[in-house]
């Protein structure tokens, strides 16, 4: 089983253009939104790639970015690309 991991991009004075990838394989709902949720908290605005099989997560991802202001930029069969913006979007009505 892969491990799931997360973690911020390294501090630097440049602007942040890397992807913070979220490892969710293996994990079923609610864990992967709950792991993208806490990548988003300890490391804020940027772009998180989410790695996610649970067939769950399809419909459970795009509700959590909805809610969260964030951008869904990508929904694949086993990935998905988010854009958190410095000031959250409101929620999609």
Do not use: H, K
């Not at 459970?60 to 964030?70: F, M, Q, S, T, V």
């Amino acid at each position: 089983m892969v491990q799931p991991r997360y973690g911020p991009a390294p501090m630097t004075s440049e602007p942040r253009n890397s992807c913070t990838i979220v490892d969710a394989r293996g994990l079923r709902c609610p864990l992967p939104a709950l792991r993208l949720a806490r990548a988003v908290r300890d490391g804020g605005a940027g772009s998180y790639s989410l790695l996610a099989d649970d067939p769950a997560a399809q419909a459970d991802i795009p509700a959590l970015c909805g809610e969260r202001g964030w951008r869904l930029l990508l929904a694949g069969q086993a990935e998905f690309t988010v854009e958190v913006p410095a000031a959250p979007l409101p929620p999609a009505v």
